[in-house]
Structure formats: structure tokens, C-alpha cells
């Protein structure tokens, strides 16, 4: 067994336990066989803190001048590998000279095995072992007299290497390495030097979400030991190609620069600087319990960040993955944080003039400025001055965000944002940050805003009114918004008011809406002239139970519209009469003859009366009462001349209705009636 007395770095542990075996190999020339006889040496283990080996097996032959070596499992820093064999079909072995010619190493991962030769003074306890994988890719390791230990490679294959490294493996690597890792006593410790170049490099992940191509780097470190402990330095630069981190897309540019200590299981990165294009300075330091990994400490510092330049490659795929081409930024920010124990414990931003605009929709927010500090322990304040915002024609106002903050609870106890002529307003906002997401209460208030200058901003036809809310109930929770209180518009001379309003994920792709509306004295003449669906005179109300969207799209409610209790002029054009009885599908007639229709502009009715259950895509279509031949009365006529219209179709397919609805109100032609 080779153990020494006290543990040491990997490289010095190595050249030690070599020239333990190479004083061994001297001890055993007396017993160098006669000619035409083998010697056998065989050695269970072998055993030092870098590595271990088991079932080592040296078979010579004077004879035929030859050796092999075999081990049946290498260990080495955790990395095992079995069946290593050496042949040298030309093996010499002497107190002066130890070499192996047209030698050839097997082991798995190596088909075909490699051509090896190793030249090697055991008195000085130094040598020499060259490994040619292929032409012009070589592996050369060297043991000096001094102690000193050096590898120098030529264009590796990773690929070959991946067979070798299964951790290495599951990344499919490609591309070559070229450099030279060395290691050098001296009195106090050692002395490590690496220096590698990639190119052409390329990896994937399984499931294709990490991979890259193209890629080249170089990466230069260095570390002394002294005191029982490594102090290191290193640079790394990525200089060519492309890399794909789901969800982000990288190219070729940045580089680092970073040192730090290393002893017992502990990493420390006393300060590490990323150049990164559109940052002014990125710097970092850190402290891993390599044995648990923990991260115990770190902190992160990004100084004046360019958002037009950082934004589209940083933020926009996190934040907005579908969008991310559109996605513009503008303005500066600055970030500082602290991590213990694995925990973020402190965080510090500032915005300048910070923006972003979403291309084709007309969306733009900012710019916004002012200042964010938090403490998971103490309590701190935001404030953040907010220049407006836009949608298409729907203008915010300038507004200012004061939050009171301490750990996982956020406090804002008023804020007003301008919206067109009127105003949003919100009320004693608390909300708390659990394992499932954001939780809290408040009130909101909508200040009187104009429906014709909101109708215009949101493309709609121009309506006359005002609409107003006041919900003192508004709760948060995970995934889910629900506010008590009334949203009312009044428009079209009467109002419309909703409730039991409730939001499913919001912002997520399954978000459902839940509400009541009601809708009462509603000005038909003003209603039909908004939309062009005809000439119509007269009241309604109406009342929507149960409305439920998907993803904005109803799919579920009970709406029931009928004429307004009351004494007031009732007429309907005959545009009016023919859109009617189009909604209640093929077939609609009036109780009197079709020709007559022609002598007449408008007719007198009694009242009308519409129905619609929505249910799994299909509307359930009904009216004031049943009809004969199975219809439902849609107008019931009343007056000189009267006419009732009946609707026979009782179950329709929504998407068919709403596309007779903007058929109707998008058609200006005159209808015919034959």
C-alpha cells in the first residue's frame, strides 16, 4: 500500500506516490527474471488521499522483452474507471532507465487503445509518458527530479474524453482542447499552472434547453499553496461562438477575471469582475462549502447597466419569453445584493429613467426613476417617480410610488394613477410574499372617467357616459383577485354595474374571469345608433349571471335582456326587425305577411325579450314566451302596424352568433324583405 505520512495538493500527492513505485521497481531488480522466465508483482491497493488503485497486476517477460500492466479500477478525485491496461511489446528496466516502447493503453472509452511510450530514470525519479490518440492530438505527462509534475495536450478530442467522464458524457461535448497544467514544489507548498483553449466547441443537454456551438475560450489560472491553504487567480474569456441557457441566447464577449482561497472543502471568491457589454462594472465575491453545496456567502454588484443594450439578452426572455423580439428598453439601473446561507438577505436597486415600450401595440411605460432598498430584517422604503404610460390612445398620468418595505411584506398606503380625465386609485395596499406567491388586501377606487374620451383610446365606437367604481374589498391571493364592491358605467343614458368580480391567474395563459352584470335603463335609440344595428326607441334592462372567460373569451354565463317597465315611445325599424330576427337564426318571420314589410319604415311593439344560456360553446336561445311551431317570441308587436318577430333556432353555436352580431353591426345595406 502507498500512504503518506500527511495529505497533500493532488499533483504533489501524485509525483509523491510515483516516486514511491519507481523506488519500488529499483527494490525489485534482483528478481528481474533469467532469460525466458516472467516475473510477476502483484499489489492489492494502493491509497493516498488524491487516488487509489486496486488489483494492480506487472507481468514481465525477459524474454520476448516486453511488460503489462494492469489495474483494475483507478479512483481519482471521484472519478473511477476500470480495466487499465498497458502493453509494451519494448520494455526495458534498469537502476538507470525505465522505458516502455510501442506501447499501447487500453481502457474503456479508448476502442482500439492508444500508442503510448514512457521514458523514465528511476534513480532520479523522473520520466516521461507520451500518449498519441491521432495524428496531431497528443497527451504528454512529466515528472521532473524536483518534484515537479507537467501535462501538455494537443488538440483533445472532448468527445473522447466524454466516453471517459460519464459526468462529462450527458453534455455531448465537441471541439479540441489544446494547453498545459504543471505543478511545482517549493518550500512552503506548491505551485499549480493551467492554461487551456477551446475551439470549435459545441454541448447540448437532453432535452435541447442548454446547448451551444461555435464555441472558443481561454482560460488561464494559477494557485500557490502555503500555510495549508490554496490561493488562486483566474481569467477566463469567451471569445467565439453561441450559447443557448434556456431561456437565454448568448454570443461571444464577455470575460472574467477572479481569485480567491481554497482549504478544507472551502471556496472563497474574495472578488471576481465580468466585463459584460452594456454594463459599466459587474463585480462578485462568494463563499461555497464545496463539501455540502451550500453557498454560505456571496454578494453581487452591477453598476450602471445600459436596459437598451442588457435588456432584449437578459431581461426580456425572463419576463416576457413570447415577446421577447418586441420587447424595448431604455434608461439605466443599478443592482447590489447579498445572499447567506443561501438566502437573499439584501437588496438595493436604482432606476434612471428606466422604460420599455412593446413594438406594434402601441404599449410603452416609463420612464421611471427613484430608488429601491429592502432588508429581510428591517424595515426600508421605495420610492419611484413614474413618468406615465401608454396603451395605443389610453394615456397614463405621472404618478409616484411610495411602499413601505420589511422582509416578505409590502405596504402601500396610497396611490393614485392618472387615467385619461380620471384617475385609479389604490387604498391601504398590503400584501405579503409566501412559498406560493403574493397575498394580501386593499381598496380601489376609479375616479370619474369620460366613456367617449375611454371608448376612442380603446378603438371602440364612441359612446356617451361616465364610469366610476368603488371596491373597498379588493383581496389577493396566490393566483387569484377578487373584488367586493360595484364597477359602474353609466352610458346610453342608463348604467351598467359589475360584481362578484373575480380573477383567475391574471397574467398567466389559463387566467379566467368571474362577474355579474347588470344593466338597467338603457337608451335603445342611443344603443342602435352606436352600433348601427337599426332604429329602435324604447328602454331595456339587462342582467348577465355567472359570466365566466377564458383567456378573455366567454364560455359560460345566463344573460337576459327585456324591454324597461315604464310608459315611453316604442318603435323599431324594419333594419331593426330584419337584425333581430337574424340573431335568432333562419327562419325568423313576422306574424304578418312578409310582403307588407315593404309599405312600412318602422312598426310599434309591446315589449321585447331575449335570452341566451351559454354553456360548452352552445347558447340556448329564448324570448318573452313560446311561439307556435316550436319558436320563441323575440318582439312582441303592438300598435299601427304591429308585427311580432319569432326565432326558431333554440340552440346555436356561439361563435356562429357572435359572428351574425358583428355581421349585423358591421353591414350598413339596407335590407330587402320579399
Partial sequence: MCSPAEPTP??????RCLRALLALAVALLPAWPAAG???????????????????VRIALDAGAGSADLRIGRVDVDGFGLRDVGLHCAEFRFSASELTCRDGRL???????GVATTLQADPASRSGTLRLLFSPGETLVLA???????????????????????PALARWQPQGRVTGSAGYTPVADGGELKLGVTLDQGAFSSADGLQAGEGLALRLDARARRARGAWRWQTGVAWEAGEAYLHPLYLTAGPSLQASGRYAEGRLEVSSAALALDGVRSLAANAVFDLRTGRLDDAGLAIADADLAVIGPTFIAPLVAPAQAGRLKFAGHASVGLRIIDGSLVALDAALAEAGFSLDGTGLSFGPVSGAVPWRSDAATEAVLKVDGGRWQALQLGEFELTARLHGAQLEVPRLRIPVLDGALVFEQLALQHGDAGWSGQGGVVVEPVSVPMLTRALGLP?????????????????GEVVLDGTLVVSVFGGYLQVSELRLLEPFGVASHLYADIDARHIDLAQLTDTFSFGSMSGYVDASVTGLELARWRPVRFDARVASSPGSYPRRISQRAVQNIGALGGAGAVAAIQRSMLGFFDSFGYREIGLSCVLADGVCLMGGLDDAAGGGYLLV??????????IGYNRRV?????????????ESNARPVIR
Fill in 10 to 15: 493532488a499533483a504533489h500527492a501524485r509525483g
Fill in 37 to 55: 522466465r516472467e516475473l510477476t508483482l502483484s499489489v492489492d491497493s494502493v491509497d493516498h488521499p488524491a487516488f487509489s488503485l486496486r488489483d
Fill in 106 to 112: 487500453d481502457a474503456p472509452g479508448l476502442p482500439g
Fill in 143 to 165: 515528472a521532473g527530479e524536483s518534484g515537479a509534475l507537467e501535462a501538455r495536450f494537443q488538440a483533445l478530442d472532448l468527445t473522447r474524453l466524454a466516453r471517459l467522464l
Fill in 462 to 478: 364612441e359612446m356617451a357616459g361616465v364610469l366610476s367604481a368603488a371596491l373597498p374589498g379588493l383581496r389577493v391571493s396566490p
Fill in 636 to 645: 312582441r308587436g303592438g300598435g299601427i302596424p304591429a308585427l311580432n318577430v
Fill in 653 to 665: 353555436d356561439w361563435r356562429e352568433l357572435v359572428d351574425r352580431l358583428q355581421g349585423v353591426i
